[in-house]
T-cell receptor, first 111, second 114 residues
Framework: GEDVEQSLFLSVREGDSSVINCTYTDSSSTYLYWYKQEPGAGLQLLTYIFSNMDMKQDQRLTVLLNKKDKHLSLRIADTQTGDSAIYFCAERTGTASKLTFGTGTRLQVTL | DAGVIQSPRHEVTEMGQEVTLRCKPISGHNSLFWYRQTMMRGLELLIYFNNNVPIDDSGMPEDRFSAKMPNASFSTLKIQPSEPRDSAVYFC????????????FGSGTRLTVV
């Protein structure tokens, strides 16, 4: 079955890099996603990666995918206080429309 | 596009009352999802529809919960009767089938049952 796991909390200093990790169990994942949830808001898509890719970079965001180990990470360079939020990873398997979400990692950025 | 629109944004109701949450998906999207988020249980999928047809309602907690999608542009989630433990933020999301962009979420309805 599908299972997606994340650590619950990460604290970093402003200006440092943040790395949020995610592991999943389903080897038939086709796309993997990172969503950001700010306080009082819905989840917002940050980026996604196709399962045959190893890396995707988008400005300050770098996604790394290790398909062998079923490990996904999101690196945020030069972390800012506005990056404080909950970050969810999610996977899609096959052609299903449904995504399976992780538990979310709360990122706290300190001055 | 205005995105996924949910109403109301906040709802406070007394235990035992009926509550109806509403969702308008993005035009052209054919999949719609209802989620519940709480501190204790995180994000839970309640039910989802493809082309207005319920596909998986295994996440609906009890018979007190029901969801409908009478047409492609509207869905409701109803709780009758409501209980304090139903207090949560309820999100609606929509997507275009298996398009790689995934879901677009609404801003949620914060439900408080007193």
């Amino acid at each position: 079955g599908e299972d997606v796991e994340q650590s619950l909390f990460l604290s970093v200093r402003e200006g440092d890099s943040s790395v949020i990790n995610c592991t999943y169990t389903d080897s038939s994942s086709t796309y993997l996603y990172w969503y950001k949830q700010e306080p009082g808001a819905g989840l917002q898509l940050l980026t996604y990666i196709f399962s045959n890719m190893d890396m995707k970079q988008d400005q300050r965001l770098t996604v790394l995918l290790n398909k062998k180990d079923k490990h996904l990470s999101l690196r945020i360079a030069d972390t800012q206080t506005g990056d404080s939020a909950i970050y969810f990873c999610a996977e899609r398997t096959g052609t299903a429309s449904k995504l399976t979400f992780g538990t979310g990692t709360r990122l706290q950025v300190t001055l | 596009d205005a995105g996924v629109i949910q109403s109301p944004r906040h709802e406070v109701t007394e235990m035992g009352q009926e509550v109806t949450l509403r969702c308008k998906p993005i035009s052209g999207h054919n999949s719609l999802f209802w989620y519940r988020q709480t501190m204790m249980r995180g994000l839970e999928l309640l039910i989802y529809f493809n082309n207005n047809v319920p596909i998986d309602d295994s996440g609906m907690p009890e018979d007190r919960f029901s969801a409908k999608m009478p047409n492609a542009s509207f869905s409701t989630l109803k709780i009758q009767p409501s209980e304090p433990r139903d207090s949560a933020v309820y999100f609606c999301a929509s997507s275009l089938g298996s398009a790689p962009q995934g879901y677009t979420f609404g801003s949620g309805t914060r439900l408080t049952v007193v």
